[in-house]
Each structure stands twice: as structure tokens, then as C-alpha cells.
């Protein structure tokens, strides 16, 4: 059965793709989960409707994360932490802190957009990478301090 993926699959291919398929296959799984419709002309215009929608979709989050990003680009945040016998941390600064901290800030970013490449364990100045959209990353200053 020819159909026409609807969003992006990992192991069929991209949006707007026609593929091949097992007819139990499309029925049971493709067609249900709202992941492929039946490959018709009307689908196709359905489908190029959908992505033009997709299209302005990503380019207004894109336009509102680039905006995000410039406010962003020069906030420093705080981080106490205590110390132990010559300034040893005890934990680390974790994703969910810096996230936390920019709230208190007025920038609501979830913890998966912090990118940290190994956990923050020792006192210092750090630039942390935020990554708002998939084209649009920005840096915040990090000082961890001792309480």
C-alpha cells in the first residue's frame, strides 16, 4: 500500500514521503498513530496545506526564540553551594538549579534546554549554553559561589 508520511519517521523517512508499506502495517499502526494518510492527489494537497502551516509554525518559534536569546545574552546568575575543607563541593550544580535560577530571573526555560557537558562541581565561573530552538542557542554567566 502507498502511503504519505505526515511528520518525520525514523525508519520510513521524512514528511511527505511516499513509501511502500504493508497494508496491516498502515491500518493498524501508520494510520491510527495520525503518522501516514492513504497516498491520494487529495492527500497530497492536504499534506502541502499542512506544511506550509508546519513552515510559518517554526519560523514564528524560531523568530520568538531569537528574541528570547537576545535578552538572554547578557544574564549572569548565582549559584550558592556549600563547601566543605578547602572548598570542596559538596554535590554539583545541576540543569534543574541553573533552570530554577533563571525563573527567579523571569526566563522560563525547562531544564532540557540547559546544555551541560559535565555536572558543575567545583567553585568558579562557568558560560552555560541554553539552547532554545534547534538553530538558536545563547550563553548565560554562572557564578558558583561558596554560601
Same mark, same amino acid.
Given at each position: 500500500m502507498k502511503v504519505i508520511l505526515r511528520r518525520d519517521h525514523e525508519n520510513l523517512g521524512k514528511m511527505g514521503d511516499q513509501v511502500n508499506v504493508k497494508n496491516g502495517y498502515a491500518r493498524n499502526y501508520l494510520f491510527p498513530k495520525n503518522i $501516514?494518510? /492513504? $497516498?491520494?492527489? +487529495? $492527500? @497530497?494537497?492536504? @499534506? *502541502? /496545506? *499542512?506544511? +506550509? @502551516? @508546519?513552515? +510559518?509554525? *517554526?519560523a514564528k518559534t524560531k523568530r520568538e526564540a531569537e528574541a528570547a536569546a537576545k535578552q538572554m545574552e547578557n544574564v549572569s546568575i548565582t549559584a550558592t553551594v556549600t563547601v566543605g575543607e578547602e572548598d570542596k563541593v559538596f554535590g554539583s550544580v545541576t540543569s534543574q538549579?541553573?533552570?530554577? %535560577? %533563571?525563573? *527567579?530571573?523571569?526566563?522560563?526555560?525547562?531544564k532540557k534546554k540547559v546544555v551541560l557537558d559535565d555536572p558543575i562541581k567545583a567553585l568558579g565561573v562557568y558560560d552555560i549554553a541554553v539552547k532554545l530552538h534547534t538553530e538558536v542557542e545563547t550563553k548565560i554567566r554562572l557564578w558558583v559561589v561558596k554560601e
Open positions: $501516514a494518510i /492513504e $497516498a491520494s492527489p +487529495k $492527500a @497530497l494537497n492536504i @499534506l *502541502e /496545506e *499542512e506544511k +506550509k @502551516l @508546519l513552515v +510559518k509554525r *517554526e538549579q541553573i533552570s530554577d %535560577l %533563571l525563573k *527567579e530571573k523571569g526566563f522560563d526555560i525547562d
